[in-house]
Every structure is written in C-alpha cells, then in structure tokens.
C-alpha cells in the first residue's frame, strides 16, 4: 500500500500543478490536492475513513454531474461517437475536456475506495 499511495500521491500533485492552463484550476488543484494529502497520511499509515468518505461522495456527485453536463460524457458518447480523448493534449473540444475530467474523478474515487477499504480492514484487525 505505501508503494500504491506513494505513486497515486506523486501523481495527483502533478496532477494539480499541471491545473495551471486548466480554464477552472480552482476546482480541480484542491480536488487533486486533498487526495494527495490521503495518499500522503496512508504512506504514514494514518488513515481517515470519514475524510475518504467525504471525498467519494463529493467526486461521486461531480461525476454525476459531468455525465448529465451539456458537453459531458453523454454528449461525448452519442453526439461525438465517444471521439479519440487522447488523441492530443489539447482539449480544444469542451466535450473532450468534460469527458477526461469524468475519467479524473473515476480514478481519484478509486484510490479514495481502496484506502477506505485498507482503513476499515485495519481498524477491524485492531
């Protein structure tokens, strides 16, 4: 699990510093952030289920809320033929960029689930 948290914690804040051309880097440099942060106690092995909780539920909303946007991914899977997201690194298409912005909260929900469940597994274990 260090090695896991170690690379997502490494990732995420370059994640974030990479926000900076991003046209709502107020979103996401702190929705990065805060899961580096997790990633970051978890290598220190300080777990904090609420705080992994706290973050599924709020990207679990965002992701909603970016499958169902104009230009999100539903826009991007019919009207858009679920078009190449990594064809280049310029998102100059908005259902491009809100489309890999869904797949960013998939992933940040995936560590927070797999360090919520270590959490829980060792707090049962205690």
């Given at each position: 699990?260090?090695?896991?948290?170690?690379?997502?914690?490494?990732?995420?804040?370059?994640?974030?510093?990479?926000?900076?051309?991003d046209p709502d880097p107020y979103i996401w440099v702190p929705i990065y952030?805060?899961?580096?942060?997790?990633?970051?106690?978890?290598?220190?092995?300080?777990?904090?289920?609420?705080?992994?909780?706290?973050?599924?539920?709020?990207?679990?909303?965002?992701?909603?809320?970016?499958?169902?946007?104009?230009?999100?991914?539903?826009?991007?899977?019919?009207?858009?033929?679920?078009?190449?997201?990594?064809?280049?690194?310029?998102?100059?298409?908005?259902?491009?960029?809100?489309?890999?912005?869904?797949?960013?909260?998939?992933?940040?929900?995936?560590?927070?689930?797999?360090?919520?469940?270590?959490?829980?597994?060792?707090?049962?274990?205690?």
């Amino acid at each position: 699990m260090k090695v896991f948290n170690g690379i997502f914690c490494f990732l995420f804040i370059v994640f974030a510093a990479l926000q900076y051309n991003d046209p709502d880097p107020y979103i996401w440099v702190p929705i990065y952030v805060y899961t580096a942060v997790l990633c970051w106690f978890a290598i220190k092995q300080r777990y904090y289920p609420k705080a992994y909780i706290a973050g599924i539920v709020v990207y679990a909303m965002y992701a909603v809320y970016k499958v169902f946007d104009a230009n999100g991914l539903l826009d991007w899977l019919n009207l858009h033929d679920a078009e190449n997201l990594a064809e280049t690194m310029k998102a100059e298409k908005p259902w491009i960029e809100e489309s890999r912005e869904f797949f960013g909260l998939l992933i940040l929900i995936g560590v927070l689930v797999i360090n919520y469940w270590v959490a829980i597994k060792r707090e049962k274990a205690v």
